[in-house]
């Protein structure tokens, strides 16, 4: 049952990940930024947003098939990748307050 449990998470966080890049895509195509140097940082928000949902799912599937290992640098990288995108939306809302 924990597996089962675990495999959902990681599905809740792809799913998560796909709705937050959708949003990030949705304020770059608009131009909410503008040229400023700050205007490529949705575009980025949303690719890594998808990145980390690639790997949600890759992990979730794994763990539906029994593998048990490699948790620690997928944790790491998913970690990082959604503490960038939050930096990033919060020098988003700076720049937009400016």
């Not at 930024?33 to 949902?53: C, D, E, H, K, Y």
């Not at 490699?70 to 809302?93: D, Y």
Request: aromatic share 4%.
């Amino acid at each position: 049952m924990a597996t089962e449990r675990t495999a959902l998470a990681w599905r809740r966080t792809a799913i998560s990940a796909i709705a937050s890049a959708a949003l990030f895509t949705k304020v770059a195509a608009e131009g909410g930024i503008g040229w400023r140097p700050t205007g490529l940082l949705p575009l980025g928000a949303a690719a890594v947003m998808m990145l980390v949902a690639v790997i949600a799912v890759a992990r979730s599937r794994s763990l539906h098939r029994g593998a048990h290992r490699g948790t620690a640098p997928l944790l790491l990288l998913v970690s990082a990748g959604v503490a960038a995108v939050g930096v990033a939306a919060m020098a988003m809302v700076l720049a937009h307050r400016a």
